[in-house]
């Protein structure tokens, strides 16, 4: 167990709905980071939150979008799925600025199926 | 912009066989490397990093010295196992402050087999 707590694991769902996934990042990290993966692309950076501010934006499309909240949980929003979206979603932690501050910290991921 | 460059596999070896995963980097200033591995079903783990030149990262028999000089930074292990079947990934962040956004490679499946 990373300490990094993503749900769902799986979600199925059909085009054009939208789904919220949710990440619990680890004790003590401020900062939480958004990826996708996909066989196509590989690991893409979406976004990322530090104690409740954006920080830094990746390649992220305007139908999601994603907040940190007071407690630090954070959850990614996808709207007008399309079946393009299929992919692995991870979520990632990491200490606030000073030693080990680079290292990132992944949680288990959250599947997504868009039929 | 920052890119990372690694081997495409898929990687199969015998169990003890020796492993090279190559991965070179583009990147401004002085990044920090990184290698991430995947099981399967699972996220991906630290596997081991370096943050300065010629650093060496181990963890577990792996090894990867950060060469500046030509840019890379070259999974090895001398003795591989059926239990290090996994996807590695090269990854590199050159950010500061509160962001460190991590840049990876496209992966490489590796299977050992007894």
Known sequence: ???????????????????????????????????????????????????????????????????QFPDLHSELNLSSLELGDSALYFCASSPKAGVGANVLTFGAGSRLTVL | GNSVTQMEGPVTLSEEAFLTINCTYTATGYPSLFWYVQYPGEGLQLLLKAT???????????????????????????????????????????????????TFGKGTLLTVNP
């Open chain 2, 52 to 102: 300065k030149a010629d650093d060496k990262g181990s963890n577990k028999g792996f090894e990867a010295t950060y060469r500046k000089e030509t840019t890379s930074f070259h999974l090895e292990k001398g003795s591989v196992q059926v239990s290090d079947s996994a996807v590695y990934f090269c990854a590199l962040t050159n950010s500061g402050g509160s962001n460190y956004k991590l």
């Open chain 1, 1 to 67: 167990d990373s300490g990094v707590t993503q749900t769902p694991k799986h979600l199925i769902t059909a085009t054009g709905q939208r789904v919220t996934l949710r990440c619990s990042p680890r004790s003590g990290d401020l900062s939480v980071y958004w990826y996708q993966q996909s066989l196509d692309q590989g690991l893409q950076f979406l976004i990322q939150y530090y104690n409740g501010e954006e920080r830094a934006k990746g390649n992220i499309l305007e139908r999601f979008s994603a907040q």
